[in-house]
């Protein structure tokens, strides 16, 4: 067995793991005010397993040998659950499809190789070949990166790299981890905890996702402010081509032309494959905390975010939901602890006789490491700040809720899916001066979407990263589809990516592009920019063999 | 006239502008320590302009003629002065090559266009004439960036972005200004702070260089440890190329796919030229100040510095000095004021009954911005950590001078080139725990290699930029040369960068690549690496019109 772990075919995380709307109350009358769905109704069921319709696999036996020979027999899967689990990510999208019953193609073949050396021979042998080599990390991906080409003729390799998952050394003097590609997160930092250290790195897919995948789509974690996004934390990287290795040295800064290290970040696969990372990491520091704050509008959080951003403070987590997710975070609370304490009567007559407008109120988390002297200094600098755009400080409560429950949103999307719904995410990032103007209209293109198909759906919206000149808003919406929901689905999606780069925003902050964003790409990066990078795929994949057609479309 | 001011020809900076030792009285008698040079040697002339041996140029009228509808008449130059110091950058291989009075080869015109609409037009010109356009800014540049190759056969434009010179806008919620890239360091700054705002970015070249030329070099600046080098200034790009503009929108951060701004940053003029960037700027902040410290050894410092890195602290300046180069500033203080308060007899036997190698001691320089509340803070944090080290506080005053005298070094190369001297300088980068063992091995190499010309020569070294998980070494070196100085500077810088890359580091931290470190470049980011960037240039560039053979040494 290859000892690697995937998720549920069919949907999120864990098997045995689920979203349960039974011990929070607010849960069901929230769900049945935003999108109109009685959770109470029947679920729909996913197909049983072995009536899934899949191609046939194209690697015919020599192939399989010589994949067989490179990493023994135990290490090369074409069984179906092997091809289903590799050949999507999932997006809301990816899981429409798989739960539909039919996959009009999945990976031909599944290899996991032991070590770089398998990894460049089977690189060698997919060219040789003319195959198709798509790398395989957690597969949380939620941008179509992982997908092969529908018409696809070739053979499709999908190169797990959950074999290579080893903490390889720490440098202690420098602060620096050289890690393979295909380790999970919460391997990764309990093995660097155990000797002290951490890597800071949390994004939302943080249980499943791995390095590798990290440093291919670009991700970003929820205490990036302090730890940076991958492309800060990577500084070493190795890449595998059909020729050899590139390795880039974990230098601090260099002046040697275009990066190469930038080059690999974000490259989804298609300029080879990632095996190995030497990345920043920090001793865990004395004190970590997060603290809930409340405002009384989106503005006053949003101005206050940027201030914070301008000041000389540093906190590692900047969060701000607007009046909508904060309803919704007040709707997931459980009947007896944690958010309860934001939320509860008492705080909010208080409030309301201050003269908040209590659907309007502004749910924030800011988050504070280091040693404890120097967490005091920065609370000090950023409740200043707080008060100045009439924030109210409510402790550590809802900090230490939201810590504990913050991988666990894409469960709810499953139970949401089960019974009908359809909702997925999506995030921008823009100029602080932009970001108002870009939440207006990306909330009027959601909503014109929802009405244009005929549906109450719901969006709603938090600052989830803050920059000095900028900050990332981070979507999330839902809706009660019909028996077209990916069509559906591409309506709202369009809608928002739309209103994102027609307001000065990227397609995306983090998630990559694959073939969900593609299409936005020259709008964003302009077309010379894109001729750019086809200049670099073309050169380095002439015969396009590395997951090809992602990032940019098709011609 | 164009009204864009070049420096001198034959040397660095304003003509009438000049080191002079005359008061300071410990230079003499250094220089003669340090390299065997009696400063009060006859000095060698420079030979007179209209002596220099000038190859024709080879762009014709008609070609003359299309230029000037382009620019109009008087923004087509192609005198010998144009020409001239439009050939080289300044480093001493470039200043010993005019000097000697014979150019091989110059741009054949230089042109100043006042648009980005005249840069495209002369950029499409280029491309359907098989012409060469070669981007320059300020001229500042030491790595060979700017000079045509001696076997072009084509017409070489030189394009002057010194026309593109202002402040277009600066958005001040989101602290970003949209500068074109022709601006020199000083007009920018002084554009900004009349509006309350700096960009931080102060390199040695300052005050001749451009903003296009920073981000087309990587530069890196004194105060890069708060502001961020160029590539993390720069947020947005203009680039023109043949069939249009490259476009990178000014956002904080953004996942789509390889990154095209980290492919311009570096690039040299290969892929295109630069005409506008929006970057971030910052509140000039209440306080900005540089503190002195001693070290009793070089080890001592850099253990401090490494400790701060790590630390809460985030200084705006790290700087530290070995004790050869120690030794240099002291020499360099004037009869009265400034950094003889540091080398005072009285200081040095308070030092010396403690038990301090006098020979050893290494000064530093820590600067500090912020709130006045912030920047008392973060003092404290660095005291504790160089108490911790031996070090002790001088105070403002050696800060002051540094902030004062920090652009003047190299009008002290062209002191030294006068009498018969070439020096120059050679930086690296490296992880924290490679820094030593770099630093003594590149010490080792540097006396290898002066040994082997027969030369004493002096080396010196300090650390003047700081990272999470490294630091940037720069090191200045310097010998009286014989009549093969070009041959003989080559042995040793080629020793020092050799040692820079044999011990970790990277060919250059922030000088970029040029022709002076293309034969290293293989060596640090790998063979396959360069396969990559070659991949770039050859698909954007397949004529080779754009500075060639640069960064990748022709094959």
Known sequence: MTGVKHMKWWGWGDEGIAFDHRDKPEFAPFVERAIGLDVSTATVPVPAFDELDLPASRADEAFHAQLTDIVGGEHVHTDAMARVVHT????????????????????????????????????????????????????????GSLEPAVDEERVVISLD?????????????????????????????RELSRRGWTLGHFPDSFTHSTLGGWIATRSSGMQSDKYGDIADIVRGLRMVRPNGVVVVRPVPSASTGPSIREMILGSEGRLGVITEATVHVHRVPPVRVVLGYLFPTWDAGLAAMREIAESDASPSVTRVSDARETAFSFATRTRSKGIQSVGTSVLMKVLQRRGWDLDEICLSFIGYEGEASHVRYEKKLVRRIVRRHGGILVGKGPGALYDRKKFDTPYIRDF???????????????????????????????????????VQGWIMCHLSHSYHSGACLYFTFAFVHDDQPVKQYDQVKSAIQQAFVDSGGTLSHHHAVGVEHSAWLAQDVSPEGVELVRALFDGADPNRNFNPDKIIPPA
């Open 88 to 143: 999507f990510g999932k997006s809301i999208r990816d899981l429409l499809r798989v739960r539909s019953g039919t996959l009009s193609r999945t990976p031909d073949v599944v290899v996991y190789p032991a070590d770089e050396q398998q990894v460049q021979r089977i690189v060698e042998l997919a060219v040789s070949a003319d195959a198709v080599v798509i790398p395989f990390g957690g597969g949380t991906n939620i941008s």
């Open 161 to 189: 790299l959950g074999r290579l998952n080893r903490v390889l050394e720490i440098d202690e003097v420098s602060g620096l981890a050289r890690v393979q590609a295909g380790i999970q997160g919460p391997d990764l930092e």
């Open 416 to 454: 949401l899916l089960d019974r009908g719904a359809a909702g997925d995410v999506s995030e921008t990032a823009a100029p602080w001066s932009r970001l108002r103007q870009l939440y207006d209209t990306t909330m009027a293109a959601a909503g014109k979407a929802y009405e244009d198909i005929g």
